[in-house]
Structures are given as structure tokens and as C-alpha cells.
């Protein structure tokens, strides 16, 4: 198991979890976010959901700092 870990890298497996962090962060915001309403935050969350890291990149870049007039 060790083997694994350490063939690896540590610096790998730190990205992993930093990368899922984030990941879930993201999920979690855009479904608590109360500036999306129905459509546009189902299409929010299956974008993050399907598009995994990319979407939760894409989301945060985009749909997390709409602002609505």
C-alpha cells in the first residue's frame, strides 16, 4: 500500500484532494447560491457535476460571480 502512495508522489496526491476539495466546494455553493433559480441552477450543478474538475473551474470563473441587476 505504502508502495502506492509514495510511487505516486506525495505532491500528486495533495492535487488529488485539493482538486476534490474544490470540486465539492463548488457544488455545494452553486446549490446554496440564491442567485440561481430553477433551470439555470439544475444546469449549473449537472455542468460541475458531469464536467467534474473543469466545470467546477468553469462555474467559478463564470456562474459563481453573476450578479443580478
Known amino acids: 500500500m505504502f508502495e502506492w502512495i509514495f510511487g505516486l508522489g506525495f505532491v500528486g496526491?495533495?492535487?488529488?484532494?485539493?482538486a476534490s476539495i474544490f470540486w465539492i466546494w463548488m457544488l455545494i455553493d452553486c446549490l446554496v447560491n440564491p442567485r440561481?433559480?430553477?433551470v439555470e441552477k439544475l444546469v449549473w450543478v449537472l455542468v460541475i457535476f458531469f464536467l467534474h474538475l473543469l466545470g467546477?473551474?468553469?462555474?467559478?470563473?463564470i456562474g459563481r460571480q453573476r450578479v443580478t441587476v
Open 13 to 18: 496526491i495533495l492535487l488529488v484532494v485539493v
Open 56 to 61: 467546477a473551474i468553469i462555474y467559478f470563473a
Open 36 to 38: 440561481l433559480v430553477g
